[in-house]
């Protein structure tokens, strides 16, 4: 099993919908959990972190992190094109290694 | 606020060549710095990490070599590139005073092999 595992293909969404975007995880004690965003061609960005169980909203975007499931997932509202990007997944293990997922591509259709 | 250079953007050696790549921060102190490579269709490959001057940890064994001269001065280093070396190598960091803050990422170098 890979450490952090973001499966979905492409994703497409039309503007002003809701993308969703999930990421899991193996390592039980991983405490600290990322998402970046990544313009094709640029470095990431950071996006959100969050720390506890639970919903952490920031404009239009939410993380939602649940530790005995082992997954976060990251919600985009009211999807802009701007949104478009590949949105990478990271997750700090027990061992404090920042361990990445593949990415997920979203596609903003205007 | 901090901020992270690296440079150069864009880099095409031929195999066999040497390389130098540069990352500084400004605006804080004994960070934790990092070295990243990106190949085309995979993930984020940690290279090396430091907490401080002169003490550098390997991720992965391979023909590359990372340094830290200064506090805020990190250099990835090759005395000779293979094409397999090819990618875009990212420099990040975070405060010195834990490693579970997020890492922020300098612009990249796109490297090239011919």
């Known amino acids: 099993q890979k450490e952090v595992e973001q499966n979905s293909g492409p994703l497409s969404v039309p503007e002003g919908a809701i993308a969703s975007l999930n990421c899991t995880y193996s390592d039980r004690g991983s405490q600290s959990f990322f998402w970046y965003r990544q313009y094709s061609g640029k470095s990431p960005e950071l996006i959100m972190f969050i720390y506890s169980n639970g919903d952490k909203e920031d404009g239009r975007f939410t993380a939602q992190l649940n530790k005995a499931s082992q997954y976060v997932s990251l919600l985009i509202r009211d999807s802009q094109p701007s949104d478009s990007a590949t949105y990478l997944c990271a997750v700090i293990n027990g061992n404090n290694r920042l361990a990445f997922g593949k990415g997920n591509q979203v596609v903003v259709i205007p | 606020s901090q901020t992270i250079h690296q440079w150069p953007a864009t880099l095409v050696q031929p195999v066999g060549s040497p390389l130098s790549l540069e990352c500084t921060v400004e605006g804080t102190s004994n960070p934790n710095l990092y070295w990243y490579r990106q190949a085309a269709g995979r993930g984020l490959q940690l290279l090396f990490y430091s907490v401080g001057i002169g003490q550098i940890s390997s991720e992965v064994p391979q023909n590359l070599s990372a340094s830290r001269p200064q506090d805020r001065q990190f250099i990835l280093s090759s005395k000779k590139l293979l094409l397999s070396d090819s990618g875009f190598y990212l420099c990040?960091?975070?405060?010195?005073?834990?490693?579970?803050?997020?890492?922020?990422f300098g612009d990249g170098t796109r490297l090239s092999i011919l």
């Open positions: 990040a960091w975070n405060p010195g005073d834990s490693s579970h803050q997020p890492q922020h």
